[in-house]
């Protein structure tokens, strides 16, 4: 069995971890994970300090690895405006291919985008949502992101691929794209003042259709875009495969949580929760979880905005599966094993 080597850039994020968990138990995999922090877990990988927007400190650390045979781009940098997340997360990605291309053959940089290529962020947009559909009007970084990725290719670089998720669900600290961790803190929180749980959404984001992406069912989606040869130069939605609505989500939450119900009411969590850090502290301290601070463990304009979506956001994962791809995850199920998960490892009590 031919050994590869996996670079994992952004490795610390909500994709990177369950991706560098998942290819440390493949048996032909080793792997080289960046991140600008140190990793507060173990892990089998080669964990390298890297700053992706110094291209001195990418050459300097970098240069020696030699073995890699497939990136997997999953670095994000959140800016404060459309341009400059552009200019940013466009810099990172040339900073680490052109590094790497100069020492190493690789054979394909699999590259993260999401449902902002369709402006699912924008408004009520065409849905189910096709990697056929055009482009919205930019500014939009993965679009600089992937054309930069079709350009080396045409240079004479190796191949890309491209997967699309939609409200990724796993843990990472200090993500601002995860739905399962803040809605976990806030049902926490809730429950340690004794109060029901109410679904704090827009009143028509109760009942619209939303689909999610489990981080590990992603991970493997990825090492597939990375071998497979119907994969070369293409992109994929990639969700769990199925449909929900919050209205029948939330009761599987209410009784994860033993909480009591109640009905929904609109509270953006971004004003309701800025006083809660003191509330997490002590929870922290009573049941002796990690100390994650407040401020690492949940993002609230994110949960504002995924619960607000007040449309349908669904896409096409057909594509996907006719090019080989046919893993699928239960929602219902995902949200369950992953806050038992969150038990297990001391994130929640």
């Given amino acids: 069995m031919e050994r590869k080597t996996a670079l994992v850039a952004g490795a610390l994020g909500i994709v990177g971890r ?14 080289v994970a960046l991140s600008r922090r140190a990793p507060e877990f173990r892990s089998p990988a080669q964990w390298i300090s890297v700053d992706l927007l110094d291209r001195s400190d990418c050459e300097q650390k970098l240069r020696s690895l030699d073995a890699v045979t497939h990136v997997f781009f999953a670095a994000y940098a959140e800016q404060a405006t459309e341009k400059a997340q552009v200019d940013v997360n466009r810099a990172m990605l040339a900073n680490l291919a052109e590094t790497i291309d100069a020492v190493a053959d690789v054979q394909r940089i699999v590259l993260v985008e999401g449902a902002k290529w369709y402006g699912a962020q924008l408004g009520p947009y065409k849905t189910p949502a096709k990697e056929t559909d055009p482009r919205v009007l930019p500014p939009n970084f993965y679009y600089d992101q992937e054309d930069y990725l079709v350009a080396r290719a045409l240079r004479g670089g190796r191949s890309w ?32 003042l004794g109060l029901p749980l109410r679904f704090p959404g827009k009143p028509l984001a109760y009942r619209s259709l939303i689909e999610y992406t489990d981080a590990t069912h992603l991970a493997r989606a990825m090492v597939w875009a990375a071998i497979s040869g119907a994969a070369a130069n293409e992109a994929f939605n990639i969700t769990n495969g199925d449909l929900a609505r919050w209205e029948h989500l939330w009761p599987q939450l209410v009784t994860f949580f033993e909480m009591e119900a109640a009905p929904p009411l609109h509270m953006p969590l971004v004003t309701f929760m800025a006083d809660k850090g003191p509330i ?16 690492e463990i949940a993002a609230w304009p994110f949960l504002d905005g995924m619960l607000g979506l007040e449309y349908d956001v669904i896409s096409d994962t057909g594509k996907a599966r006719r090019a080989g791809f046919h893993d699928a995850v239960d929602t219902e199920a995902m949200f369950v094993r992953t806050f038992t998960q969150f038990r297990a490892d001391r994130i929640i009590p």
């Fill in 18 to 31: 369950s991706l560098v968990s998942h290819l440390a138990t493949l048996d032909d995999w080793n792997v």
């Fill in 161 to 192: 691929a491209a997967v699309r998720p939609s409200g990724i669900c796993g843990f990472a600290v200090g993500n601002p794209m995860n739905v399962a961790t803040a809605l976990a803190v806030y049902a926490t929180i809730t429950r340690e």
């Fill in 280 to 295: 997490w502290d002590d929870i922290v301290r009573k049941h002796r979880l990690k100390p994650y601070s407040f401020a």
